[in-house]
């Protein structure tokens, strides 16, 4: 998964992107952090200030906003990320195993985050799992060993 760094000169393109597409305006604070959180696939500090400063918001409010949404991250993802859906149907479907399995094989890697994550409509092949944006069901403690064996090899070879 690709970032940028949040250095001045990212920061500057933020800065041209956001007057660019977006009104300066307290309506435009979501989809301005959304765009924010695309470009770096997180949101750094500075990132939200510039987005704060555009849309005319102090920067309490932003954090505020960014913090009462699950999938905005405030720290920088590893290289890698298994999602496992914890919503309804995939926990009937007993992802809770899975997500051990995944916590176990990240404990042992030091660039790959899991994450719980609400439902990712794929209810009718439950339980599901995303592996570096891939979403995969009808998972089993097998054939998910499997695929994290996959991304073990994916690793190695990068
Ligand atoms: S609950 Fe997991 S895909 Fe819907």
Request: glycine content about 4%; some cysteine; overall charge negative.
């Amino acid at each position: 998964m690709n970032t940028i760094s949040s250095d001045n000169e990212n920061l500057n393109e933020l800065k041209l992107a956001l007057e660019k597409h977006f009104p300066r305006e307290h309506n435009q604070l979501m989809p301005a952090l959304h765009y924010a959180h695309h470009q770096y696939n997180y949101l750094p500090e500075p990132a939200i200030e510039v987005v704060a400063r555009h849309v005319k918001i102090p920067l309490s409010e932003a954090y505020g906003a960014v913090t009462s949404y699950s999938e905005m991250r405030l720290v920088k993802p590893k290289e890698h990320l298994i999602k496992v859906c914890t919503g309804l149907s995939c926990k009937i479907a007993n992802s809770d195993d899975l997500l051990n399995i995944a916590r176990q094989f990240a404990n042992k890697l030091n660039d790959v985050d899991v994450e719980e994550t609400a439902c990712g409509f794929l209810c009718s092949v439950a339980p599901a799992v995303c592996i570096d944006g891939a979403w995969a069901g009808k998972l089993d403690p097998i054939n998910f060993k499997t695929a994290l064996n996959n991304l073990t090899q994916r690793i190695h070879q990068s």
